[in-house]
């Protein structure tokens, strides 16, 4: 049984940072990218930072370039994203995801296997 968890979201204060982890588990066909989305209340869902697996080409959306950081622990089969300077506009549900098929690693179409989501609010 494939399946993501996410962990590590909470609430924080503007300026703050917070760091988010995705527990990968039943994998049994190769990931072509890992990502991090997010939704906010009525809004569609978006990209933050999607990397290849790969080449290990890191992307991300300019809303949080800079502040962001996706990184991966492969002995673990663990997906990071280190949040710095957190704005309330990144207040949103966050999703890690898995594409195993070849595609646009910001792309949420890409991806095919998503976690249940954690939520961040900054205030």
């Known amino acids: 049984h494939v399946q993501l968890v996410e962990s590590g979201g909470g609430s924080v204060q503007a300026g703050g940072s917070l760091s988010l982890s995705c527990s990968a588990s039943?994998?049994?066909?190769?990931?072509?990218?890992l990502g991090w989305f997010r939704q906010a209340p009525g809004k569609e869902r978006g990209e933050v930072t999607g990397i290849s697996t790969g080449n290990g080409g890191a992307y991300y959306a300019d809303s949080v370039k800079g502040r962001f950081a996706i990184s991966q622990d492969k002995a673990i089969n663990t997906l990071y994203l280190q949040m710095n300077s957190l704005k309330p506009e990144d207040t949103a549900t966050y999703y890690c995801?898995?594409?195993?098929?070849?595609?646009?690693?910001?792309?949420?179409?890409?991806?095919?296997?998503w976690g249940q989501g954690t939520q961040v609010t900054v205030s």
């Open positions: 995801a898995a594409a195993r098929r070849p595609g646009w690693c910001l792309s949420p179409a890409t991806y095919d296997i």
């Open positions: 039943g994998f049994t066909d190769s990931t072509y990218c």
